[in-house]
């Protein structure tokens, strides 16, 4: 085995996986919080990408890692947010379950 | 990286398992509780992915942020909500759970077989700068990224605003349409404990 470095092809498929992971939680998941925690996997795998992608093939300018940066700010507010409107919902219907909140269901 | 490549190729796999099999412990875990904090595994070892890739200001950003801040935000978040209930059985849960699952089997192998058959244009590792990646982000941030620098902080400021106004409870004494008083109890306090004895 003669490799110099990490195929870039490794990250790209942990990534995905991460991100498919996420999106089956997503659909899935019966609890909001649970919901919210997918979203954050989805974002993490987003940023692996970029990493990857800044490591191996822009690894003089970076701009891959200023948008990781980026993408983690919003994910912080993302997420402060999600559980601030969480927490109303809760307060609003006593509940959790993604199936009862259905307000907006045609 | 001065690291020998089989050394960096074991911290990748260990690395690797930890975070799929964390995401898949996030994701089916019966326990919502397990599920936050093993998503802080995953989380830190996402930064040590980013050690990997000679990006120490990511890795440090993301240990602070994510597992710092997003991650106790969530277990605060299940401490407030945990309420123990019986969650209505769906009728055709099992046909959703079919599709979801080969639509997100479908997209996995289509992104795998994009990764491995695209010829990805690598840059020579020659113009690498290695660990000076800080300084060349900062540089970002101060010259070509300002505008989006900047925003990210009003951003960052309405969030918190959003999140006050939404969270809190409401202080009025009258409800505005009935004339009624507000209940101002706490919902918890009506309700049974939260920590009920687990079955």
Request: aromatic share 8%.
């Given at each position: 085995m003669s490799l110099e470095s990490i195929p870039i092809q490794a990250y790209l498929i942990v990534s995905s996986a991460l991100?498919?992971?996420g999106i089956w939680g997503l659909l899935n998941s019966r609890n909001a919080v649970r919901v919210l925690m997918s979203i954050e996997l989805m974002l993490n795998a987003v940023n692996i990408n970029l990493?990857?992608?800044?490591?191996?093939?822009?690894?003089?300018?970076?701009?891959?890692?200023?948008?990781?940066?980026?993408?983690?700010?919003?994910?912080?507010?993302?997420?402060?947010v999600g559980l601030a409107i969480l927490l109303s919902l809760y307060r609003n219907r006593v509940t959790v379950d993604m199936e009862s909140f259905n307000l907006l269901k045609w | 990286m001065?690291?020998?490549?089989?050394?960096q190729i074991i911290c990748f796999t260990v690395l690797s398992l930890i975070i799929l099999i964390g995401a898949l412990?996030?994701?089916?875990?019966?326990?919502?509780?397990?599920?936050?904090?093993?998503?802080?595994?995953v989380f830190m070892?996402?930064?040590?992915?980013?050690?990997?890739?000679?990006?120490?200001?990511v890795a440090a950003a993301q240990v602070l942020v994510y597992v710092g801040a997003v991650n106790v935000l969530i277990i605060f978040a299940i401490m407030l909500v945990n309420k123990k209930e019986d969650l209505k059985p769906i009728n055709d849960i099992k046909s959703r759970r079919i599709i979801s699952t080969s639509i997100c089997l479908t997209l996995l192998s289509l992104l795998i077989r994009v990764d491995l058959t695209n010829?990805?244009?690598?840059?020579?590792?020659?113009?690498?700068?290695?660990?000076?990646?800080?300084i060349r982000i900062g540089e970002h941030l101060f010259s070509d990224y300002l505008l989006p620098f900047e925003l990210a902080s009003v951003l960052l400021l309405m969030a918190m605003i959003g999140a006050i106004v939404l969270a809190r409870r409401?202080?009025?004494?009258?409800?505005?349409?009935t004339g009624l008083?507000?209940?101002?109890?706490?919902?918890?306090?009506?309700?049974e404990p939260l920590l009920t004895n687990k079955n």
């Amino acid at each position: 085995m003669s490799l110099e470095s990490i195929p870039i092809q490794a990250y790209l498929i942990v990534s995905s996986a991460l991100f498919c992971i996420g999106i089956w939680g997503l659909l899935n998941s019966r609890n909001a919080v649970r919901v919210l925690m997918s979203i954050e996997l989805m974002l993490n795998a987003v940023n692996i990408n970029l990493m990857a992608f800044s490591s191996y093939i822009d690894n003089n300018l970076i701009q891959g890692q200023v948008f990781t940066i980026f993408v983690i700010t919003v994910a912080a507010a993302e997420a402060a947010v999600g559980l601030a409107i969480l927490l109303s919902l809760y307060r609003n219907r006593v509940t959790v379950d993604m199936e009862s909140f259905n307000l907006l269901k045609w | 990286m001065s690291i020998a490549i089989t050394t960096q190729i074991i911290c990748f796999t260990v690395l690797s398992l930890i975070i799929l099999i964390g995401a898949l412990g996030v994701v089916l875990l019966e326990s919502i509780v397990y599920s936050a904090f093993l998503l802080g595994g995953v989380f830190m070892s996402v930064a040590g992915l980013y050690l990997l890739l000679n990006a120490s200001f990511v890795a440090a950003a993301q240990v602070l942020v994510y597992v710092g801040a997003v991650n106790v935000l969530i277990i605060f978040a299940i401490m407030l909500v945990n309420k123990k209930e019986d969650l209505k059985p769906i009728n055709d849960i099992k046909s959703r759970r079919i599709i979801s699952t080969s639509i997100c089997l479908t997209l996995l192998s289509l992104l795998i077989r994009v990764d491995l058959t695209n010829v990805w244009s690598l840059s020579s590792p020659q113009n690498s700068i290695g660990e000076e990646s800080t300084i060349r982000i900062g540089e970002h941030l101060f010259s070509d990224y300002l505008l989006p620098f900047e925003l990210a902080s009003v951003l960052l400021l309405m969030a918190m605003i959003g999140a006050i106004v939404l969270a809190r409870r409401d202080v009025m004494t009258k409800d505005i349409s009935t004339g009624l008083p507000v209940d101002q109890e706490l919902i918890e306090k009506s309700s049974e404990p939260l920590l009920t004895n687990k079955n």
